[in-house]
């Protein structure tokens, strides 16, 4: 877009007391966002929503200065702007009737004919959030997939960085401008990411890091996405603020399943049991569901484990691939088969060395 475009797109998203969506409304009345600040008074008082009140406060010369201020920040630092109206706008974004009117850019990171999954979760993750995650980013790294998250702590920064460990382009979305990082411990993070991927936010320079921002940054994680993968979050925060969002907006939301009393799986048991979110125990489950096939490694590691165990086999494999070390009888428990079949399957296992005995009864795999 020319300059002057630029200048007009982010300075109606300047214009006090008017957000997103009464933004998006008023250009659907003015026609263009140059028209906004050509308007007269009176003909923005009759738009609905606008009125005597908030075209009263609708400080247009301010809104154009503080555009031109943020035009020569993003001059600087390689920032683009993506208004709603423009092709370059995330497509599922734009499907949200609540999505920002305009969105920041910095990196490249091209969404055409990419499959966009949110990897989403507690600030604390636990190795069983970590094993499962790594798992799941290894057996996807051959598909057009892009990772979004919204960097922070725990789930958030280890899906970013297996995203890029694996070679897939990432996108971390933020709650405050691009002059800025939170948490700062993410600034090398932030930078890697620019240049295999991008950040995103609807924040312009100078806007901190405030609380309120983050369950808004969440719905755009959750808009922009095709699914939303849940890896371990508490009862409550923003990862089911993220999951409801995307409940609301018709996306795919998918979960691990954690065991009964952990804190830091209670939220995905709850999204599982409310049937806002359907049980995944690896990458092929989520990919049937959103039936985008299995190629790749994935295919391979597949085909080549179906080839060489039984049903039966498989079936403890799984169980145990999920679990460090577990008991004979948890075993016996979880599949609803006689201590009898156990040990058989299981003495075949050993002979192939697909699992390994403990002291204990205790089983884990190879």
């Known amino acids: 877009m020319s300059s002057d475009e630029t200048l007009y797109k982010i300075a109606v998203t300047r214009i006090p007391s008017i957000g997103p969506i009464l933004t998006k409304k008023l250009i659907a009345h003015i026609g263009s966002p140059e028209a906004v600040f050509s308007e007269k008074v009176r003909n923005l008082q009759k738009i609905p929503g606008i009125g005597k009140m908030i075209s009263s406060k609708m400080n247009r010369d301010h809104a154009l200065a503080q555009a031109d201020k943020e035009i020569a920040f993003m001059e600087k630092h390689h920032v683009h702007a993506h208004f709603f109206s423009d092709p370059d706008f995330p497509a599922l974004l734009k499907q949200c009737y609540d999505s920002p009117a305009l969105i920041y850019s910095q990196g490249h990171c091209r969404m055409d004919d990419q499959k966009l999954i949110a990897v989403i979760g507690t600030r604390k993750i636990t190795d069983y ?3 499962l995650l790594r798992r799941f980013i290894e057996d996807i790294e051959s598909l057009n997939v892009i990772i ?22 990432t996108i971390g979305v933020l709650g405050h401008g691009l002059d800025t990082m ?24 100078g806007t901190r890091a405030d609380k309120e921002h983050f369950p808004m940054r969440n719905r755009i994680v959750a808009g922009m996405c095709h699914a939303i993968l849940v890896v371990e979050s508490g009862i ?10 995307a409940s609301n907006y018709n996306r795919d939301v998918f979960t691990f399943p954690g065991a009964v009393g952990s804190k830091y799986s209670s939220g995905c048991n709850h999204l599982i049991k409310t049937h806002k979110a359907a049980l ?47 008991h004979i009888d948890e075993l016996s428990h979880s599949l609803g088969w006689t201590l009898g079949k156990i040990s058989t399957v299981l003495l075949q296992l050993e002979i192939q060395g697909a699992v390994k005995s403990l002291p204990g009864k205790m089983y884990r795999s190879n």
């Open 182 to 205: 939170y948490p700062a411990a993410h600034r090398n993070l932030a930078k890697k990411m620019t240049a295999a991927g991008a950040l995103f936010t609807e924040y312009p320079s």
């Open 236 to 245: 409550s925060g923003g990862s089911m603020i993220t999951a409801e969002y």
């Open 129 to 131: 959030g970590k094993k």
């Open 280 to 326: 995944v125990e690896c990458a092929a489950d989520l990919l049937q569901a959103m039936d985008w096939g299995s190629t790749g490694k994935l295919a391979k590691k597949v085909s080549q484990l179906q080839a060489v165990h039984t049903e039966d086999e498989l079936a403890i494999i799984h169980l145990l691939r999920d679990n460090a070390n577990v």
């Open 148 to 169: 979004v998250s919204g960097l922070a702590h725990g789930v958030d920064a280890e899906a970013h960085e297996l995203a890029l460990e694996f070679n897939l382009p």
